[in-house]
């Protein structure tokens, strides 16, 4: 491509809503344009990476014995009622109208729509299993998008859906989808791993998140440095504590003491002189089965995640001010166990503390020399906080977690018979009799990791995009146009790169060097080629790596081969 027949506009100035370095830089770089509110376009030079990392997931997809289709964005309201996603997915799904008055929405995802090719064209066993996979538009009324790419509302998906006889098939398709991932996102040249996921009901380590590791990411990974346990924050389970606080040994009975206004963890340590973990925080949650508590030690965090889990609770999160003063009869941040008459789940590492601190469920008052086990009626003890940098591994029990931060990118997750039951999806089986197929699903953000990988390459120039994912793999810079003898041979490199079969772009504007080279740097291009003086003096023409400080010097000759050899890496 000729810089001049394109529409780059590169920028200096990032939109005031970016936040982050992906979403400056693709605007800047003149990759995406914003329309609206989590709607993107992409532009020329955007598309050919959206388009890279989908050819690379189509040929794994493909090698993994996976069937493309594509099924309709617009979906009717049908399908969804008989899954009962209708009612239960909310605001982001959003419902319209047709002309006669028909419901239907924008697909979020297509469980629903494949479940139901599904089950008009497959009867037998004979036929399973069978991988279907699709790249589309998806639309999510996100509550809040932002971050460019990465949290859109439209936003293009590779979504997978596989169809089993049993669980033992369906088990067999998700290795090898963990297995078509990992290569995906190595073919792309990004560092990610591969951490464990809740699954909810599911059960088992059938779900697994595939993390672009970046400073920037929203994600927190907690992985052994021992064994090879990785797991996001909702799922990484805790050990037993290794440095249960310092109690008061003798046996007080509990008292009641005056806290004015003394309402969080580090008000409340401070104010009675003692440690945030002998404080037992009491958070309560709002479910379907009514409200709950949780209790944790004060310098933790409680997850929702496990909250549902132990308390086998759905619709489960954190309640309100009113609700909190109702259960508790006073204003938050006075909540404690003592006295509360609701189910009450404690965390392991409160088991058997004494000396420990809670509010009194009084406004301004805390109560003092808790014995956990004498003093509170805990229902079930079990996992309830989340894991930390320096937690002993629960997996192997010797190594220590490390806390690092990534992007989801990639989502794998074994479904069972949740849509195939709900829509009455059946095979017949060995038998004969009719069953239900078991079901899983894959999905991949295409955008999201054209971000992730701007998050995790790049410098104070630019994009640095790896060989694989870029928009161009060459450009080429004649130092100054005018000059007859520089632009003939940036013409003639430009040809005989392109006629190698590597893609390139001719930087052929009449402006000056510098502007140039900058925003060749803002748009990443892995290899640079510069004609200028040294050609004309010595016949040698300077490539850089984009990701190298230095640049060579290469003879003309030599130039096409270097180039071959130095994209390979
Ligand atoms: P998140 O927790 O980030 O909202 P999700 O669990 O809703 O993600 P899935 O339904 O598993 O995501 O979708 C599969 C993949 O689609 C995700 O791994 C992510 O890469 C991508 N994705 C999901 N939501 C968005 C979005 N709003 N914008 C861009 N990509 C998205
Ligand atoms: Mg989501």
Redesign the pocket.
Known sequence: MRYSRTIINTRKEAPSDAETVSHKLLVRSGMIQKVAQ?IYSFQPLGIRVIKKIEGIIREEMDTAGALEVLLPFVLPADLWIESGRWEQYGKELLRLQDRHGRWFCLG??HEEAITDLVRREVRSYKQLPLNFYQIQV?F?D?IR?RFG?????E???K?GYSFHEDEASAEETYRSMHEAYTRIFERCGLKFRAVEADTGTIGGSFSH??MVLADTG??VILSCNSCGYAANLEKAETGISENPPSVDECSHSVEKIHTPGKKSVEEVSSFLKVKPSNLIKTIIFNSEGGPFAVLVRGDREVNTTKAARLSGLTNVELSDDATIEKVTGAHTGFAGPIGLKIKKFADNELKGLTGMVAGANEKDYHIVNIDVSRDISVDIFGDLRNAVEGDICHRCGSGRLRATKG?????I?KLGAKYSSAMKAFFLDRAGREREFVMG?Y???????M?AAVEQRHDEKGIIWPVAIAPYTVVIIPVNWRDDAQRLMAEKLYVNVVQTGIDAILDDRDISPGVKFMDADLMGFPLRIVVGQKYIKENRIEIKRRDQKESELVEITEVIQKIKNTIKI
């Open positions: 989590g979020p995802t998806k999510r996100e998008p790419l990465m949290r859109c509302r936003f293009i998906m979504d998140e595939f929203e994600e992007i989801e990118v990639g989502h997750f699903c999905g991949i953000g295409v955008g999201r990791t971000a």
